[in-house]
């Protein structure tokens, strides 16, 4: 899959493995392995949604606009 704008990752730090992101994911693209969330790249279409559920705020996109506020 090609390199988006939207590009989403996890913190290494933070996670707590809650599986919110999981759940929430519309592509099944995240999973929770070892309490840290996991992005398949294969199929996160950079939705962002799994950020604006995040009750950690670890997952980060990279212009920034999908985190959501402390
Ligand atoms: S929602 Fe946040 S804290 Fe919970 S598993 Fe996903 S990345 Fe980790
Ligand atoms: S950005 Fe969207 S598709 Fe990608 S892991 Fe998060 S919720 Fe799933």
Do not use: N
């Not at 790249?41 to 604006?52: D, K, N």
């Amino acid at each position: 899959m090609a390199e988006t704008a939207h590009q989403i990752w996890v913190a290494e730090t933070g996670c707590i493995g809650c599986g919110m992101c999981a759940r929430v994911c519309p592509c099944g693209a995240m999973s929770v392995v070892d309490k840290q969330a996991v992005i398949d790249y294969e199929r996160c279409i950079s939705c962002g949604m799994c950020a604006t559920k995040c009750p950690k705020h670890v997952i980060h996109d990279t212009l920034g606009i999908f985190a959501a506020a402390e």
